[in-house]
């Protein structure tokens, strides 16, 4: 009765892959977290910040950063042999909005990115995922120089709801922004469990 299971359990398990888009303010680390993690070379377009480009791009507390997402970052990490996510980084600059959209469909949660220095920069993104339904997680990149402040208040400053999670991170950093996205993951599905759940009467 037992004869031939085992071929068919050690069948190699086809991947589930998930979306997950990070987002956040001009410089805030988009491009380097996806290139932390990515098994793939990232692809991502990026150009040298023109003159042009100048007045629009607010360099105010960007270090050293010459080149600019156009496009997007696209990379992949396998979480688990069955699991893994494709990272869409959104185009930091609001002239590029009209990607967002686009880049949405399908997402199951995302990442947004904030700098201490400059959490307005992420007021945007965490509106537009609040707007859509989409479970997000802030990540706090941790700069040096920057002020460290506890999770709480960047909460607080941002006007969170309580249930969504909040990380400090170094988004320079393999293992530190594979816990980030292990956050993400599990937070989009205990809400997809508990948007199942049968109303109780
Ligand atoms: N010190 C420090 N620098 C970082 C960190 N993350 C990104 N950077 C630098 O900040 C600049 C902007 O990062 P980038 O990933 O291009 O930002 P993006 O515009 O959000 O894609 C780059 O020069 C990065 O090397 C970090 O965690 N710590
Ligand atoms: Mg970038």
């Known amino acids: 009765m037992a004869f031939g299971r085992s071929s068919r359990t050690r069948r190699p398990v ?13 410089g805030v680390g988009k491009t380097t977290l996806v290139g932390a993690v ?4 990232p ?14 791009d607010d360099l105010v507390g960007v270090e050293g950063k010459s080149t600019t997402t156009v496009a997007m970052d696209f ?10 996510l494709y990272l869409f980084g959104t185009p930091g ?19 947004v990115l904030a700098d201490t220095r400059r959490l307005e920069d992420c007021f945007a993104a ?11 997680t802030v990540a706090v990149n941790l700069f040096e120089g920057a002020e460290r402040f506890p999770a709480e208040t960047v909460r607080t400053a941002l006007d969170l709801d309580p249930e969504v999670p909040v990380l400090l ?15 993400v993951v599990e937070d989009a599905m205990t809400r997809a469990d508990a948007s199942r759940e049968p109303a109780r009467t």
Do not use: M, N
């Open 93 to 111: 600059q609001d002239r590029f909005w009209f990607l967002w959209d686009e880049l949405a469909q399908g997402a199951l949660g995302a990442v």
């Open 14 to 26: 086809e991947p589930v892959t998930l979306k997950i888009l990070v987002a956040g303010g001009f």
């Open 43 to 56: 692809l991502r377009t990026e150009e040298r910040l023109s003159e042009a480009g100048r007045p629009v």
């Open 126 to 136: 965490v509106d537009y995922f609040e707007r859509r339904g989409i479970p997000f």
């Open 38 to 41: 990515s098994e793939i070379r």
């Open 169 to 183: 991170c170094d988004a320079r950093d393999r293992a530190s922004v594979r816990d980030v996205l292990v956050a």
């Open 75 to 84: 990379g992949r990490i396998t979480l688990r042999e069955d699991l893994v």
